[in-house]
């Protein structure tokens, strides 16, 4: 029997806010449990949340650069469940009129582009956390988590694979960091997401029943999950059993799913307008200034990068998928040698390959743009050819040292055109069987020479070595 699969993702995207959804607390992280608190987010009475102007706006950034509809007007509502670190008793979130809906988000797939549409995108708070092996016998609760902005992102259930589940959180991940809605460090649960699995025969066209694996928060994991949960589900199936609708979690040590509780339905949860927030109204104006004040998402910026500066689509994605900053610095690099094929050359074989090898970030990297920028510039001079110019870069990298105090400790100096001149009629008279060669037409011969004129002088350029070489053998009667 052949199977096909179906997954749905919910994305759990923390919002990159300074302080929480309804109150001032901060949305540091890293601090010591309970301390990024408030009377707010302890649901204590008679308190009252007020909403985070900055979360709309990121959410709606997200909405414009997908393609979605903004609600001019959203409510919230609460959803009501009790859990030890959900101090009121629900969670304040969008059902019925959420900021965002719909949009599309392409991914990269082994077929080609695939499009992916967006259900929905809505506001809410998110939970505290449960700590259970710190105290023997005992869970601790930690709530500076309590009431962080996330922006829940809801697809249609269209991703056909735990490839592609992953290629989708990758090409989302990358969005929400390029347009400063979140930072998007998974480790630290900024990124997370619920993936919806169902398997059903090829040729149905009823969805199977699904599965919910909670906050999976790596790429490797999602793939890992998923591909465990189809599996399993596929196994009933062919046992004669039936799938249970539930909710499950993802056991990375031993690499399985299992239980966590029955899957709820939307009424279980009791849902109703939040009564202490009223509809919040976004202007047609406010719209456009966040939309004219975006930054270009990925799919856009790639083919700007490869028109504006006249480089392939590849090293335009490459660039783009290292990050903003990446993008900014070879822009800058570009922007100063005046020739984007050549700065990309050296973005992706010395500058990547260094990050890379070093690790960090692009903000931290000890070469700056403008020392980049000064070695090519030499190169293009002729003071010295590409291969000296990445010693020297590897240099300059290596000593934290500017350009012009690495070139005057490796002895490097420009040969003026006498003393190459004479180099290279002193390398003729030595070699009379290059110059033979040369003279039957084979100019490749002169190659031969070049290596012969470094070990005499490091400094000379290569090039200029072959065209002066072949010129004065030529002229020879």
Same mark, same amino acid.
């Given at each position: 029997?052949?199977? #096909?699969?179906?997954?749905?993702?919910?994305?759990?995207?923390?919002?990159?806010?300074?302080?929480?959804?309804?109150?001032?607390?901060?949305?540091?992280?890293?601090?010591?449990?309970?301390?990024?608190?408030?009377?707010?987010?302890?649901?204590?009475?008679?308190?009252?949340?007020?909403?985070?102007?900055?979360?709309?706006?990121?959410?709606?950034?997200?909405?414009?650069?997908?393609?979605?509809?903004?609600?001019?007007?959203?409510?919230?509502? /609460?959803?009501?469940?009790?859990?030890?670190?959900?101090?009121?008793?629900?969670?304040?979130?969008?059902?019925?009129?959420?900021?965002?809906?719909?949009?599309?988000?392409?991914?990269?797939?082994?077929?080609?582009?695939?499009?992916?549409?967006?259900?929905?995108?809505?506001?809410?708070?998110?939970?505290?956390?449960?700590?259970?092996?710190?105290?023997?016998?005992?869970?601790?609760?930690?709530?500076?988590?309590?009431?962080?902005?996330?922006?829940?992102?809801?697809?249609?259930?269209?991703?056909?694979?735990?490839?592609?589940?992953?290629?989708?959180?990758?090409?989302?991940?990358?969005?929400?960091?390029?347009?400063?809605?979140?930072?998007?460090?998974?480790?630290?649960?900024?990124?997370?997401?619920?993936?919806?699995?169902?398997?059903?025969?090829?040729?149905?066209?009823?969805?199977?029943?699904?599965?919910?694996?909670?906050?999976?928060?790596?790429?490797?994991?999602?793939?890992?999950?998923?591909?465990?949960?189809?599996?399993?589900?596929?196994?009933?199936?062919?046992?004669?059993?039936?799938?249970?609708? #539930?909710?499950?979690?993802?056991?990375?040590?031993?690499?399985?799913?299992?239980?966590?509780?029955?899957?709820?339905?939307?009424?279980?949860? /009791?849902?109703?307008? #939040?009564?202490?927030? $009223?509809?919040?109204?976004?202007?047609?104006?406010?719209?456009?200034?966040?939309?004219?004040?975006?930054?270009?998402?990925?799919?856009?910026? /790639?083919?700007?990068?490869?028109?504006?500066?006249?480089?392939?689509?590849?090293?335009?994605?490459?660039?783009?998928?290292?990050?903003?900053?990446?993008?900014?610095?070879?822009?800058?690099?570009?922007?100063?040698?005046?020739?984007?094929?050549?700065?990309?050359?050296?973005?992706?074989?010395?500058?990547?390959?260094?990050?890379?090898?070093?690790?960090?970030?692009?903000?931290?990297?000890?070469?700056?743009?403008?020392?980049?920028?000064?070695?090519?510039?030499?190169?293009?001079?002729?003071?010295?050819?590409?291969?000296?110019?990445?010693?020297?870069?590897?240099?300059?990298?290596?000593?934290?040292?500017?350009?012009?105090?690495? $070139?005057?400790?490796?002895?490097?100096?420009?040969?003026?055109?006498?003393?190459?001149?004479?180099?290279?009629?002193?390398?003729?008279?030595?070699?009379?069987?290059?110059?033979?060669?040369?003279?039957?037409?084979?100019?490749?011969?002169?190659?031969?020479?070049?290596?012969?004129?470094?070990?005499?002088?490091?400094?000379?350029?290569?090039?200029?070595?072959?065209?002066?070489?072949?010129?004065?053998?030529?002229?020879?009667?």
């Amino acid at each position: 029997m052949v199977w #096909e699969t179906v997954i749905g993702i919910e994305t759990h995207v923390q919002l990159s806010t300074k302080t929480k959804l309804f109150s001032r607390a901060s949305t540091e992280f890293g601090k010591s449990p309970n301390t990024n608190v408030n009377l707010i987010d302890c649901g204590l009475p008679g308190v009252l949340p007020s909403v985070n102007k900055e979360a709309f706006y990121k959410a709606i950034r997200f909405g414009l650069a997908v393609g979605a509809k903004i609600n001019q007007t959203s409510i919230f509502d /609460r959803k009501n469940y009790f859990y030890a670190d959900l101090p009121k008793g629900y969670q304040i979130t969008q059902m019925d009129l959420p900021i965002v809906l719909g949009g599309t988000l392409d991914i990269e797939t082994e077929e080609g582009i695939k499009t992916v549409n967006i259900t929905r995108a809505h506001l809410e708070e998110d939970a505290g956390k449960s700590i259970h092996d710190q105290f023997d016998g005992y869970s601790a609760i930690d709530l500076n988590r309590a009431g962080t902005p996330l922006l829940e992102i809801v697809s249609e259930p269209e991703i056909s694979s735990a490839k592609e589940a992953v290629a989708y959180m990758k090409a989302m991940h990358q969005l929400v960091t390029y347009l400063d809605v979140s930072d998007g460090n998974m480790s630290q649960g900024s990124l997370r997401c619920d993936a919806n699995v169902s398997v059903r025969k090829v040729g149905d066209t009823e969805l199977g029943t699904r599965t919910e694996i909670k906050n999976i928060n790596s790429f490797r994991f999602v793939e890992k999950a998923i591909n465990f949960e189809v599996k399993r589900q596929i196994k009933q199936l062919e046992n004669g059993e039936t799938v249970t609708q #539930e909710t499950r979690l993802y056991d990375s040590i031993k690499d399985e799913t299992r239980p966590m509780r029955s899957k709820e339905f939307a009424n279980d949860y /009791r849902y109703f307008p #939040e009564p202490d927030l $009223v509809p919040v109204t976004v202007t047609e104006e406010q719209v456009n200034e966040i939309r004219s004040a975006m930054g270009e998402p990925p799919s856009v910026l /790639r083919k700007t990068l490869a028109d504006r500066w006249k480089i392939p689509a590849n090293d335009a994605g490459v660039l783009v998928n290292q990050g903003p900053e990446l993008v900014r610095y070879f822009e800058d690099l570009a922007t100063r040698v005046g020739e984007g094929k050549v700065a990309s050359n050296w973005m992706q074989q010395d500058v990547l390959r260094t990050l890379n090898e070093r690790g960090g970030n692009i903000t931290d990297f000890p070469v700056r743009p403008e020392a980049v920028a000064d070695i090519i510039a030499r190169v293009q001079k002729g003071d010295f050819d590409t291969s000296r110019g990445r010693e020297i870069f590897a240099s300059v990298v290596e000593k934290g040292a500017s350009v012009a105090e690495v $070139v005057a400790g490796m002895g490097i100096a420009a040969v003026d055109d006498g003393d190459l001149r004479a180099l290279c009629e002193e390398l003729i008279a030595e070699n009379p069987k290059i110059v033979a060669d040369v003279k039957g037409g084979k100019e490749q011969a002169a190659g031969g020479l070049i290596g012969k004129a470094k070990r005499k002088n490091p400094n000379v350029n290569p090039a200029k070595v072959r065209a002066l070489a072949i010129e004065l053998i030529q002229a020879l009667p």
